[in-house]
């Protein structure tokens, strides 16, 4: 496709249980990122990756969230042993570079993670 | 310090006005800077990106100043449709890392 694609749109899970979010960057990006958005909040930042180099995971909230690039393209972020705070929209996106700098970023439509 | 600051707001203002936002960055390396917006329940998507000599969109402007490192956005003759949240994006580069910062947002609302 032509944009960022994010997968599944919607997820409902219980307590306790792991649930894996997809994101499909835009062909060519090398740059990905993860964020997530509480209702009203900004944008929290989560792990970034650029190319084959190792992934900024700075902005992790903690060791139950883990995330892969595989091939420098596809990305799955991996949350285990969901707790309800983690109810949020997770949004991924993709962005490239040039000699001029580094290009906007796109963003996919996000996962709706709720925790029941 | 914030590596992206930006006045969460909100900015109330009636239609026609005009507003501006500023947003202030750390990195002084920082090449790429660009405004989204966001509308509520939606992703944000690029309102425009900002160039060293200023640039014009419209009823937009935006306007980078290096030396007192902070990029503005200007809105004229404000319209409902306005309403959202706008992001100040800067790349930053550190600790090895060349990436993308987004600020917290500014929210305007836009009323009749």
């Known amino acids: 496709g032509a944009g960022v694609s994010q997968s599944p749109s919607n997820k409902v899970t219980e307590k306790g249980k792991d649930v894996e979010l997809r994101c499909d960057p835009i062909?060519?990006?090398?740059?990905l990122y993860w964020y997530r958005q509480s209702l009203g909040q900004g944008l929290e930042f989560l792990i970034y990756?650029?190319?084959?180099?190792?992934?900024?995971k700075s902005g992790l909230p903690s060791d139950r969230f883990s995330a892969e690039r595989t091939g420098g393209s596809v990305s799955t972020l991996t949350i285990q042993r969901t707790q309800q705070e983690d109810s949020a929209v997770y949004l991924c996106?993709?962005?490239?570079?040039?000699?001029?700098?580094?290009?906007?970023?796109?963003f996919g439509q996000g996962t709706r993670l709720t925790v029941v | 310090r914030k590596e992206v600051e930006q006045d969460p707001g909100p900015f109330n203002v009636p239609e026609g006005a005009t507003v501006a936002f500023n947003c202030t960055y750390s990195?002084?390396?920082?090449?790429?800077f660009f405004w989204y917006r966001q509308d509520c329940r939606k992703e944000p998507k690029l309102l425009m990106s900002?160039?060293?000599s200023g640039n014009e969109d419209g009823r937009f402007t935006a306007q980078l100043n290096r030396a007192s490192q902070y990029i503005s956005l200007l809105i004229r003759d404000s319209k409902l449709s306005d309403s959202a949240t706008y992001l100040c994006v800067v790349n930053i580069i550190s600790g090895g890392y060349n990436k993308l910062i987004f600020g917290a947002g500014t929210r305007l609302a836009v009323h009749p």
């Open positions: 900002v160039y060293s």
């Open positions: 062909s060519g990006h090398t740059a």
């Open positions: 990195n002084s390396a920082s090449q790429s």
């Open positions: 996106a993709s962005s490239g570079f040039t000699p001029a700098g580094t290009t906007e970023a796109f």
């Open positions: 990756f650029q190319g084959n180099s190792a992934p900024d």
